[in-house]
């Protein structure tokens, strides 16, 4: 079995998670798995708390996207993988880890997976989903209440900081990497979910009958 590896990017909340969610409706769970990059932010237990909290973590260099990579050659070559559990309260790896096993589709998500070269490699599609930046940052402070536990005052200094800035420097100019853009609401209409689950299914049928792109 060949995999196909589609990475999906776009800003911060910008609904990446909601889009793969719907995707794998379509494509069905059992012929996929989803890959965070946020999973593979480095441990920071050897720092303390403040130094924790001066860390840009919008910053390629916040994540491990070396194990990534190696974990997407892994999957590649039929291998299983242990993917890392963050916890973002304490900017700490978990001691457990999740084990994933090699699917048909492999949707990889993440503010940066288009903007690293490392990861490009291995993507044989890339969708980009682009937000307003205003509705970006309602969306990303309402996330960072209600999942990972921080003030809106936190949240906006986070933004204003780093987040809007790597915004500016990585996120959006990774969307040239793209080889579908897909614009507001338009990336969550049922149309779209469903042309979109049609045609990555395609692409591995073809890829696994040696007429699309070799491994």
């Not at 974990?71 to 993988?81: D, F, W």
């Not at 209440?145 to 809007?164: K, N």
């Not at 990497?177 to 990336?187: E, K």
């Amino acid at each position: 079995m060949k995999t196909t590896i589609v990475g999906i990017g776009g800003g911060s909340a910008s609904g990446k998670t909601t889009f793969v969610r719907l995707l794998s409706k379509v494509i069905g769970k059992e012929n996929l798995c989803l890959i965070h990059h946020d999973s593979y932010y480095k441990d920071r237990s050897g720092l303390s708390l403040e130094a924790r909290a001066d860390i840009n973590y919008d910053h390629p260099s916040a994540l491990d996207t070396g194990l990534l990579a190696g974990h997407l050659e892994q999957l590649k070559n039929g291998m299983e993988i242990e993917i890392p559990v963050y916890d973002f309260h304490t900017h700490c790896r978990e001691k457990n880890t999740v084990r994933v096993s090699p699917k048909p589709l492999i949707l990889v998500e993440g503010i940066l997976v288009l903007a690293e070269p490392e990861l490009l490699e291995y993507f044989d599609f890339k969708i980009f989903i682009d937000l307003d930046p205003d509705l970006l940052l309602s969306r990303r402070i309402s996330r960072d209440i209600t999942e990972r536990g921080r003030t809106v005052e936190a949240s906006l200094r986070q933004y204003d900081l780093t987040t809007r800035p790597m915004l500016s420097k990585f996120v959006l100019p990774s969307k040239n990497n793209a080889h579908l853009v897909l614009s507001g609401a338009r990336a969550f209409e049922q149309t779209t979910i469903d042309i979109i689950g049609l045609g990555l299914k395609s692409l591995q049928d073809r890829r696994n009958t040696g007429s699309g792109k070799n491994n």
